[in-house]
């Protein structure tokens, strides 16, 4: 064991277990990294609807894969880390990658009901445009045809 690793049956709750963790280890700062871009992505590309799908689609794939990534990840660990964190239960790799990922889907989700709700007003609006142009167009049409008699009075004049 490492100096600084504790056992885990020496973590007694979730805030033990993330203060357990060395997060100046290379690997683990560029994932954060990664989570910081995917973020940034999502956020930048809001107006961009079929790439944020094609991004929700991927990162559910990578949630859904996390499993088979843990036990990839528990054999090799020695290559990347300092620590072996990758427990059968998959803690580890829930806290530091599959919530993070999640809460981005969230977020693309929360921007696409965003955006539905603006479009929603924006169409909204333009019916009742086009309600009170069309209701403009009839009152003008019937004060031309109720009134015939007044184009003569005023041909003659």
Request: glycine content about 4%; overall charge neutral.
């Amino acid at each position: 064991m490492h100096p600084g690793q504790i056992e885990v049956s020496e973590i007694t709750g979730y805030w033990t277990f993330l203060l357990s963790i060395d997060w100046k280890d290379p690997w683990l700062i560029a994932l954060i990294l990664i989570h910081v871009l995917t973020t940034s992505t999502a956020l930048l590309t809001r107006n961009n609807t079929n790439f944020q799908v094609f991004l929700f689609l991927v990162l559910l794939s990578v949630v859904y894969f996390s499993e088979s990534i843990n036990a990839y990840a528990a054999q090799n660990w020695k290559t990347f880390s300092k620590q072996q964190y990758f427990d059968d239960n998959g803690l580890f790799i829930s806290t530091v990658f599959s919530i993070p990922i999640l809460l981005n889907c969230m977020l693309l989700i929360g921007t696409w009901l965003y955006n539905s709700t603006q479009m929603m007003a924006t169409l909204k609006t333009a019916q009742l445009k086009e309600r009170a142009r069309r209701e403009r167009a009839n009152v003008n049409a019937a004060t031309t045809t109720s009134c015939p008699g007044s184009e003569k009075s005023l041909k003659s004049d």
